[in-house]
């Protein structure tokens, strides 16, 4: 279970690297103090901003073994195509497929939603978020042979940016995120777990391949169009 081969990019080199341009970008725009009011609103200052950012994109990389499900593998050393993304199938020698837990797609995602929710205490709402976007993420994702559970990029992007701020103007940020990457990792991940252990994935990581990139540009671009519209920085929880 400590396979070093567990441990790959979620996405070709090609395609990890527009996101590495997106966070760069970001960064020199927050240096710029153009896009403070965007983290200012989630409620994070910009130090913490770019941990979160950075956090999650060295995290895609290592994948935390949890079991091996049944199932051989019939794909392994691959580029699988989806939706205009091109997925890594990593090169692994096992008799079945490895769940594991992807440290940058499930793991700082879920910690940051906890912080928000407890900060500002948006149990409700962001119940309610999560259960929106689980339940159309899960009727978009589309299970694929040696990746695991895609699902089309911008669909839960717009979804939880429109959602938040009916939900609520001044929380908006927060309930992007919240809900743009919990919702994501449960209705993609979470809920097609018994369909997982027949696509022949070598590796089935809960947050990785197939649904990383959705979650990081969720927690970004989610949190930017909600952040537009937020009338004011949302106020902790007393």
Request: aromatic letters at 10%.
């Amino acid at each position: 279970m400590d396979d070093p081969q567990v441990h790959y990019l979620p996405l070709t080199p090609g395609f990890f690297s527009v996101l590495v341009f997106l966070a760069l970008a970001l960064v020199i725009l927050i240096q710029l103090r153009i896009l403070r009011y965007a983290y200012m609103r989630l409620g994070v200052g910009p130090g913490v901003a770019l941990l979160l950012l950075f956090g999650s994109l060295i995290g895609s990389y290592f994948n935390l073994p949890i079991t091996v499900l049944p199932g051989p593998p019939v794909r392994s050393g691959q580029i699988v195509d989806f939706f205009g993304m091109r997925y890594v199938v990593p090169f692994v020698v096992s008799p079945s497929t490895i769940l594991a837990v992807n440290v940058g797609g499930a793991v700082i995602p879920t910690l940051m939603s906890a912080y928000l929710v407890l900060r500002y205490q948006l149990w409700l709402r962001a119940a309610i978020a999560v259960a929106v976007i689980a339940f159309i993420v899960h009727s978009t994702a589309t299970p694929v042979a040696g990746i695991g559970i895609a699902v089309p990029v911008f669909v839960p992007v717009v979804a939880m940016a429109i959602l938040a701020l009916v939900l609520s103007r001044e929380y908006a940020a927060p309930l992007a995120y919240v809900g743009g990457s919990m919702g994501t990792l449960i209705g993609a991940d979470i809920l097609n777990l018994d369909k997982i252990g027949s696509l022949g994935a070598p590796i089935a990581s809960i947050g990785g391949a197939g649904t990383f990139d959705g979650i990081f540009l969720t927690g970004i671009l989610a949190v930017l169009l909600a952040g537009l519209a937020s009338p004011s920085r949302p106020r902790p929880a007393s």
